[in-house]
C-alpha cells in the first residue's frame, strides 16, 4: 500500500489487511496533519465483485453511499470515497470487526453493544424508512473506544425500493442464518412488514453473542432476554414478532448502566433540573461498575463538550474524573486508577488541548495539576507544551494567568530549560544559616580553647547555656600570678624540650621543681594580701632554671575567669613547662620623644646607633635606650 493511492492529503495505509471479505479489503490508515488520527479503509478491486449480482456500483460503492447518506452515532462514521487506478476506496473512523474483539467484551459491554445495535435499526426503520436487510456479526464494527457501530450496507433499501426481485438477488449474499426459514417477502410487503426481516436477524444475532454468558455474569435479567429472542423476535410467523422500538423497552435493556449511558447520548433534550439531579447522583453510580467498562463505554460522553460545560458536572463530577486515583492516599472518591486514565482517557485529553476554545482550556488548566503526572515526558513535550505556550500569548488574562501556573507544574517533569529555554545561570544563593553547624562551631571554640595539651581538661560545661567572661586584651600585659594556673605535662615526653634541659643540666624539667614546703612559703605573702600591687616580675637570665607551677584540674568553667583566677590557688604546685615559651620582646623601632619644658624623667629616651651596639643580647638590662614602651611602662608602676 502506499499514498500514490491516496486522496486523503497525508494519508499512510498499512500494508497489512485488518480484514478480507468478498468483496473488500479492510485496512488501517493514518492522516498526518496537526494531529495524527486513525482510520479504517475499505479497498474494493474489480476482481473481488465481478461475479456480484448487484451490477454497477460495486457493493462497496453501494455501501459507500449508504454510509454517507444515513448519519447516526450508532453506525459506522463516513469519513471519504474516491476511485483511483481502477480501484475504490471508503474511509471510516477506526474500527475493527466484532468478530474479532467479542472474546475480549464483557457482559455490559455486550449488553450496551446490542442496545446501540438496536438503536441504529431503529433509527433506519422508523426515521430513514429502510431496512437493512443484513444484521448479523460480520456488519458489526468496534471502535477503539469500546462503541459497537452498525455496518454492512451495502444490502439496505428503502422500502419504497423493496420489491420481491431486488431481495431474491442479494439472498446468496445475505447471512443465511439471519434468513427465516418461512420468509415470504412479498407477504411482508403487502403488510408493510418489513422490519421482522431486520426483527428476526437482531434475534439471531443477540442468540449468538449471549449463548456463553450466565445471569451470574452482572446482566440482570439475562436468561429472560435470551429466551425472548428465541421464542419471539425468532417466531416463524412474522406478524407475531415484536417491533423493534418495543424491544427497547425490554428490563434487558432498562439496566441502570444502559440508562446511564442512554441519558448522556440525549443531555441536550434534557432539562436543567433533570440535568442537575442527574449528575448529583452520577458519580456514586459510575463507583458501582467495573472502571474498564466505565472509562471505554462512557468516557467519550463524560468528556463531551456538552457534559463540560455543565456547572453542576463541574462541580460534582469532574474532579473525579480528572484526578486519577492515588493507591496510597485515595479515599475512593475518584473514579478511574492511572492506569486505566492512561489507557483509555489520556489520549482524549490530547486531543481536547488542541481545541482553541477559552471554556475547555481554562476547565482543562484547573484540573492540570491532578492528570499531568499521568502523561509521559514525550507527550507533554510535544503535545501539550506547544499548546500551552500559544495559551501565554492569548489577550485574555485568565487564560494567560492558568497557562502560566500549569507551565510551572511541567517544570520538576521537563526541566526549565525545555519550558522557558534561553541560557540559563545560578544567580540566586541559598543564605540561610546552618544553625547545626554554627552551634558545633562554636562549641568547637570552647573545646579549642579549654585543650592546652595533649591530656583532655575534665570540665563540666552544660552546652545549652555556655557563659564565659570576657577575657582581658593581653596589650597592658596580665598579671604575673595569672600565669601560675598554665597547663603542662608531668612526665617529660616532649623530645625538643628534653634536648634544651639536657644541654644546661642533663636533668628533666620535672627533676628541677622545688620542694612543696618552699612553694607554699613562696605563696603565702601573695596570700596574705592578694589586693596588694604584685612585685615586679624578675625577668629570667640564661643562668636561672624556671620555675614551674602544677597542672590544675578545673572543676567549673568559670575558674577560667580572671575574675576568679586570684582566689584559686593551687594546693601543690608543678612544673610550668610554658614558662620559658614567654615571648622576648626585641626593639622593631626607635622612639624619638621631643624635647618639651618640662623636668625630665625617665622617659627622655635618647636613641642612637651605640645604643643599639651595646644591646646585650643575653638578657634584659636596665638600658632604657633599649627598652620598648611596654616596659617602660612597666617600670614606671615599680
Known amino acids: 500500500m502506499g499514498n500514490e493511492r491516496s486522496a486523503l492529503r497525508g494519508l499512510e495505509i498499512e500494508d497489512k489487511a485488518v480484514e478480507v471479505t468478498d468483496y473488500w479489503m479492510h485496512y488501517d490508515a493514518c492522516v498526518h496533519d496537526s494531529s495524527t488520527q486513525r482510520l479504517s479503509v475499505f479497498i474494493s478491486e474489480p476482481s473481488l465483485h465481478f461475479t456480484a449480482t448487484f451490477g454497477r456500483p460495486s457493493p462497496l460503492e453501494r455501501a459507500a453511499k449508504n454510509f454517507m447518506l444515513h448519519r447516526h452515532p450508532c453506525i459506522l462514521k463516513y469519513i471519504s470515497s474516491w476511485r483511483k487506478g481502477g480501484k475504490f476506496f471508503l474511509a471510516t473512523e477506526e474500527a475493527r470487526p466484532l468478530i474479532q474483539v467479542i472474546e475480549k467484551q464483557s457482559i455490559l459491554q455486550i449488553c450496551i453493544g446490542l442496545h446501540s445495535i438496536l438503536r441504529a435499526l431503529v433509527f433506519l426503520h422508523e426515521t430513514a424508512l429502510a431496512s437493512h436487510n443484513n444484521v448479523c456479526s460480520s456488519s458489526i464494527y468496534v471502535t477503539a473506544e469500546g462503541y459497537w457501530k452498525l455496518g454492512g450496507l451495502e444490502c439496505l433499501c428503502k422500502f419504497a425500493d423493496a420489491t420481491p426481485t431486488y431481495y431474491q438477488r442479494i439472498k446468496s449474499y445475505r447471512y443465511e442464518k439471519a434468513i427465516s426459514p418461512s420468509e415470504d417477502v412479498a407477504d411482508l410487503i403487502k403488510a408493510a412488514n418489513l422490519t421482522a426481516i431486520d426483527s428476526y436477524a437482531f434475534g439471531v444475532l443477540a442468540e449468538d453473542v449471549l449463548k456463553t454468558l450466565q445471569d451470574t455474569d452482572g446482566a440482570p435479567n439475562l436468561l429472560e432476554f435470551r429466551e425472548f429472542c428465541k421464542k419471539n423476535l425468532q417466531n416463524p410467523d412474522a406478524c407475531l414478532r415484536s417491533g423493534l422500538l418495543n424491544v427497547l423497552q425490554h428490563s434487558f435493556f432498562t439496566h441502570e448502566f444502559i440508562r446511564i449511558h442512554a441519558f448522556l447520548e440525549e443531555l441536550p433534550l434534557k ?62 472518591t475518584s ?45 507533554l513535550k510535544n503535545h501539550i507544551l506547544p499548546e500551552l505556550l500559544v495559551g501565554i500569548k492569548d489577550t485574555n488574562d485568565d487564560l494567560v494567568s492558568a497557562t502560566l501556573r500549569a507551565l510551572a507544574d511541567i517544570v520538576p517533569i521537563l526541566g526549565a530549560a525545555t519550558v522557558i529555554g534561553g541560557n540559563r545561570g545560578k544567580l540566586f544563593t541559598d543564605g540561610r544559616p546552618n544553625k547545626k553547624m554554627a552551634r558545633n562551631k562554636d562549641l ?71 620542694p612543696d614546703n618552699v612553694q607554699a612559703e613562696a605563696q603565702e605573702p601573695r596570700d596574705a594580701d592578694s589586693s596588694s600591687t604584685p612585685p615586679p616580675p624578675e625577668l629570667p637570665s640564661s643562668a636561672e632554671k624556671p620555675r614551674y607551677t602544677k597542672k590544675l584540674v578545673i572543676s567549673d568553667i568559670t575558674e577560667l575567669d580572671i575574675k576568679h583566677s586570684k582566689a584559686i590557688r593551687s594546693p601543690r604546685e608543678e612544673i610550668d613547662f610554658f614558662t620559658d615559651m614567654e615571648p622576648v620582646i626585641r626593639k622593631t623601632q626607635v622612639l624619638h620623644v621631643p624635647e618639651v619644658h618640662s623636668p625630665k624623667s625617665m622617659f627622655d629616651v635618647k636613641a642612637s646607633g651605640a645604643a643599639l651596639e651595646e644591646h646585650d643580647v643575653n638578657g634584659w638590662g636596665e638600658d632604657l635606650s633599649d627598652l620598648s614602651i611596654d616596659d617602660a611602662y612597666e617600670l614606671a608602676e615599680q
Open 335 to 379: 473514579l478511574f486508577t492511572v492506569p486505566t486514565f492512561k489507557s483509555i482517557l489520556a489520549p482524549r485529553i490530547l486531543q481536547m488541548f488542541c481545541i482553541r476554545d477559552v471554556s475547555i482550556r481554562l476547565l482543562l488548566l484547573s484540573h492540570f495539576n491532578s492528570f499531568v503526572h499521568v502523561f509521559e515526558a514525550d507527550e
Open 444 to 514: 568547637d571554640v570552647i573545646r579549642k580553647a579549654l585543650t592546652f595539651t595533649q591530656e583532655p581538661v575534665f570540665v563540666n560545661i552544660d552546652e545549652s547555656n555556655v557563659h564565659l567572661a570576657e577575657r582581658p586584651s593581653p596589650d597592658g600585659g596580665e598579671d604575673k600570678r595569672e600565669k601560675e594556673f598554665s597547663f603542662a605535662e608531668e612526665e617529660c615526653t616532649w623530645s625538643d624540650w628534653e634536648t634544651q634541659e639536657s644541654a644546661g643540666s642533663g636533668r628533666c624539667p620535672a627533676e628541677e621543681a622545688p
Open 271 to 332: 432539562t436543567d433540573v433533570e440535568r442537575e439531579e442527574f449528575f448529583t447522583k452520577l458519580r456514586q453510580q459510575l463507583q458501582m461498575y467495573p472502571e474498564a467498562v466505565v472509562a471505554e463505554q462512557l468516557g467519550r460522553v463524560l468528556l463531551s463538550r456538552i457534559v463540560l460545560l455543565d456547572s453542576t458536572a463541574q462541580v460534582k463530577l469532574l474532579p473525579f474524573i480528572f484526578k486519577p486515583k492515588d493507591e496510597k492516599n485515595d479515599l475512593g
